[in-house]
Nanobody, 118 residues
C-alpha cells in the first residue's frame, strides 16, 4: 500500500499563489508517476499535472503556464506550485500515485481544498 499526506490548500484571492505538497510513504517503489487531480462541485475529477520518476512533467491545458509540478525523490514528495490562480481553479485537489506494473493501480490522497475567491 501507498499513503499520501497532503498539505498547502486554503483560501487565496484571484491572482494569488499557493503551493501544495504531497508526501508519499509505504510501498512507493512501484510508483511510476505522481500527480495532482482536482474535483470541483458537480464536476468530474480531472487531471491537473503529473510527473514521472524521471522528472518528466505533463499539464492540463487549463493550467499550463500557471502551475508547476516538481518532485523531491529524496523526500518522496511532490509539489504543485500554483500561480495566477483563478476562481475556476477552486476545487478539492487530490494527490495521485500510479503504479504501472504488474498492473495499473491508482493510489489517492485524502484531498485538500483550494478556494480562489475575493
Amino acid at each position: 500500500q501507498v499513503q499520501f499526506v497532503e498539505s498547502g490548500g486554503g483560501l487565496v484571492q484571484p491572482g494569488g499563489s499557493l503551493r501544495l505538497s504531497c508526501a508519499a510513504s509505504g510501498n512507493i517503489r512501484r510508483i511510476y508517476s505522481m500527480g495532482w487531480y482536482r474535483q470541483a462541485p458537480g464536476k468530474q475529477r480531472e487531471l491537473v499535472a503529473t510527473i514521472t520518476t524521471g522528472g518528466n512533467p505533463g499539464y492540463a491545458d487549463s493550467v499550463k503556464g500557471r502551475f508547476t509540478i516538481s518532485r523531491d525523490n529524496a523526500k518522496n514528495t511532490v509539489y504543485l506550485q500554483m500561480s495566477s490562480l483563478k476562481p475556476e481553479d477552486t476545487a478539492v485537489y487530490y494527490c495521485n500515485g500510479r503504479q504501472t506494473w504488474p498492473t495499473i493501480v491508482d493510489y489517492w490522497g485524502q484531498g485538500t481544498q483550494v478556494t480562489v475567491s475575493s
